[in-house]
């Protein structure tokens, strides 16, 4: 006895998307499924917004200050927006981080292995998903900054590119949270280090603090931040206050290095985790 | 094709230090239904992960449906059906959803997927919660959607590891009657467990394995006869007569009785009329008897014959490499 089902035929690459997009359109479907954990996700950015705005607003000079402390907090705050907006997507991976963790404690991952299907697609269509989970997310966010006084001023294509850019950065950094979360040993585990290398990478960045403001020995590492360069650009795309930059390479081409990173992240972490997938078994 | 479904050949399995697998041979005929069983930590599951293309042998070669797991593991991933120890379904999606992802995943036609999960999920007693998510479900509600999930695209060899552990009494047996509908089909099963009942309920060959060796293999009546024959077994009423009633016991056993609290048991040979003889032995001395049975041996003696410890004891923590994280090399 055989399987009398035909199945259908297709080259390896249209296989690990069509398996792909399968994998994401589940996940999304799972994610409605759970609005609790949407909805604690879209209000943690949001308290940062306000606690930032109001608490920090103040105290952070910007270049380009007006001379009342007002015109200072309005400035802070269209300078803080692009911050939270690339904070909050590179806090994307952490999610990525824990379902892969989960799907391997539960044994999914030993079921989609043994299935007839594309070796790249699960984690392919993970990442995205946890991506695309971040348009919404980003609405909000927009929302709340619009309420605290945040203007786009750039135009829309510009606008519409910076929401590009910061989506490309969410996706790159999906994959670096699934290779983490491929390699803890349980849930437990992959929670707290799908979080703990976020904090370094999103605060040793101009998201909130200008970097001129950093100890001189900080601000290269602060530069090459990929971080830095996505925070600049976003700014510059939606005409937000970008303070004063050191000269640094990254920091004068702030889109173009943006893009390469996260172009090579994806190519590194990719490879890595779809090896490392094709190698795990469940516990 | 060929007649055999499954073919290993001396594998073996090391994790790090530890060898999982010391040089496992083992055959499943097309259409045979064939339990792997053993303690915990025996190495089952390494066996099924090989088998089933989730882990690379160390050394050895398996071959699933004529194709070989190292070299071809996507022909092999097209004619097996897994079930794991645990629910491995998406538990979030309801039980349609999981169907409809996996009959996706295995590229069916979108139609035959639909028509195939209703089928299932009826037949599985599963319609009612169909379109609520698995989390819902009871444990054997799950397993019964997982194994739904393996069969979706009809594979003509069914791996099942530990297919009921952790399930209550009830949703074993209906277990069991699920897994022996699917034999009755057709389909090759080669399943795990460490309970001695479900191999003898469920297989037509049992290999017993411990340590990563196959020690024994047959027919679960060639196992017992192994062993041994029949066992005569009576209880006594009175404790102060305990040794009156091994005398008599004595007259007519082939060998040595064993006392357990009020239980004497011991070997016999010639059949049922050596009921009457311990009846009519036990009378002479004037024991009160409450219960005397005669009986085969369980796969429980065979497997204490054979290894010096129950079935259910567990192996050492060492020799359980699922424990040490996740498998990996």
């Known amino acids: 006895m055989t399987a009398s089902v035909q199945t259908r035929k297709r080259p390896l690459l249209g296989w690990n998307i069509s398996d792909g997009v399968v994998v994401s359109r589940f996940s999304l479907v799972q994610t409605l499924r759970v609005p609790e954990l949407m909805f604690f996700s879209l209000v943690q950015p ?22 009342s402390a007002e015109d200072a907090a ?26 892969m963790a989960e799907a391997m404690s539960t044994g999914l991952i030993d079921r989609f292995r043994s299935l007839p299907m594309a070796s790249g697609a699960v984690l392919i269509g993970r990442t995205f998903a946890d991506a695309a989970r971040q348009i919404l997310v980003l609405l909000v966010l927009s929302i709340t900054g619009f309420l605290v006084g945040w203007r786009i001023t750039g135009g829309i294509w510009n606008a519409i590119c910076a929401y590009l850019l910061l989506l490309l950065f969410a996706y790159s950094v999906t994959w670096v949270g699934a290779s983490i979360g491929l390699a803890m040993p349980n849930v437990e585990t992959a929670s707290t280090a799908g979080l703990v290398w976020l904090f370094p990478l999103t605060f040793l960045s101009n998201a909130f603090v200008p970097l001129s403001s950093m100890p001189s020995w900080l601000q290269p590492i602060a530069a090459y931040n990929p971080v830095s360069t996505l925070v600049l650009a976003t700014r510059e795309l939606f005409g937000n206050p970008t303070g004063i930059q050191p000269d640094y390479w990254p920091l004068n081409h702030p889109t173009l290095y943006t893009i390469g990173s996260c172009a090579l992240v994806i190519a590194i972490f990719a490879t890595l985790s779809i090896r490392k997938y094709t190698k795990t078994t469940a516990k | 094709m060929t007649d055999e479904a499954v073919v290993a050949v001396g594998l073996v399995k090391e994790f790090g230090s530890v060898k999982a697998l010391g040089g496992i041979d083992l055959t499943v005929k097309r259409g045979q239904v064939v339990g792997l069983l053993g303690p915990n930590g025996a190495g089952k599951t ?18 699933v449906a004529g194709f070989d797991v190292v070299k071809n593991p996507a022909e092999v991933r097209r004619e097996i059906g897994l079930t794991g120890q645990y629910a491995a379904v998406n538990e979030y999606l309801t039980g349609r959803e999981n169907l409809t992802m996996f009959g996706a995943l295995y590229h069916l036609p979108a139609k035959y997927v639909r028509e195939k999960s209703a089928e299932l999920l009826e037949s599985f007693d599963l319609t009612d919660a169909a379109d609520r998510p698995a989390k819902t479900y009871s444990g054997g509600m ?17 791996f099942l590891d530990e297919p009921t552990t952790g399930l209550d009494p009830r949703s074993r047996l209906g277990m069991w009657d699920v897994i022996n509908g699917l034999v009755a089909d057709g ?40 062993i041994g024959g029949d066992r005569i077994e009576i209880s006594v009423i009175d404790p102060t007569r305990v040794n009156d009633a091994v005398n008599a016991i004595k007259t007519v ?60 004891e567990d192996a050492a923590p060492s020799d359980e490499p699922k424990k040490r994280g996740k498998g990996r090399k």
């Open chain 2, 187 to 226: 389909t090759t099963v080669l399943l795990t467990t460490q309970y001695l009942e479900e191999a003898d309920q469920l297989a037509d060959e049992i290999v017993v394995i411990d340590h990563g060796r196959v020690i024994a293999q047959g027919t679960a009546e060639t196992l017992k006869d192994q």
């Open chain 2, 142 to 158: 799950r397993r019964r959607l997982d194994l739904a999930s393996s069969l979706i695209a009809q594979p003509s060899i069914l």
């Open chain 2, 253 to 312: 056993s082939s060998g040595e009785p064993v006392v357990e609290d009020l239980t004497i048991s011991a070997p016999v040979s010639g059949g049922s009329t050596v009921l009457v003889s311990a009846i009519r032995a036990l009378d002479v001395q004037g024991v009160e008897v409450g219960d005397i049975l005669l009986r085969r041996p369980t796969l429980d003696d065979v497997f204490l014959s054979l290894t010096g410890h129950a079935a259910e």
């Open chain 1, 74 to 99: 309005n400035i802070y705050r269209n300078y803080l927006m692009p911050g939270i907006f690339g904070q909050t997507v590179a806090f994307a991976a952490a999610a990525s981080t824990v379902g």
């Open chain 2, 46 to 63: 390494t066996v099924v992960r090989i088998l089933s293309t989730l882990l690379m042998p160390t050394s050895g070669y398996a071959k």
């Open chain 1, 46 to 67: 949001v308290i940062f917004v306000l606690l930032f705005a109001y608490v920090f607003g103040g105290a952070i000079p910007i270049a380009g200050t007006g001379t």
